[in-house]
């Protein structure tokens, strides 16, 4: 299984920034695609963005223009930036793979709270 390390989570003021990073124990090269889900109280987990081994990315319709999903292959590391945050982005953040034989790997999660 591919370890993953979130961080970067925190609590941020309405209108704020952060930016969640995801360690990944191997090369992402490697890895057919990698992506951000989130899960608030009471709701199921979703979908945030996610980014191919391509390079195409995909983002759930509420953080449209507001969140940013890179890599940087040289360390192994996954970002999302996120801008512009409601108090509705509150949740926990896990970081997700997808290996070459589509096999999935979860991270801990970090927690984004975001106060009005």
């Known amino acids: 299984q591919v370890q993953l390390v979130e961080s970067g989570g925190g609590l941020v003021q309405a209108g704020g920034s952060l930016r969640l990073s995801c360690a990944a124990s191997?090369?992402?090269?490697?890895?057919?695609?990698m992506g951000w889900y989130r899960q608030g109280p009471g709701k199921q987990r979703e979908l945030v963005a996610m980014?191919?081994?391509?390079?195409?990315?995909n983002y759930g319709d509420s953080v449209k223009g507001r969140f940013t999903i890179s890599r940087d292959n040289a360390k192994n590391t996954v970002y999302l930036q996120m801008n512009s945050l409601k108090p509705e982005d509150t949740a926990v953040y896990y970081c997700?793979?997808?290996?070459?034989?589509?096999?999935?790997?979860w991270g801990q999660g970090t927690r984004v709270t975001v106060s009005s």
């Open positions: 980014i191919t081994r391509g390079g195409s990315t």
């Open positions: 997700n793979v997808d290996d070459l034989l589509h096999r999935a790997s």
């Open positions: 191997v090369s992402i090269i490697s890895i057919n695609s």
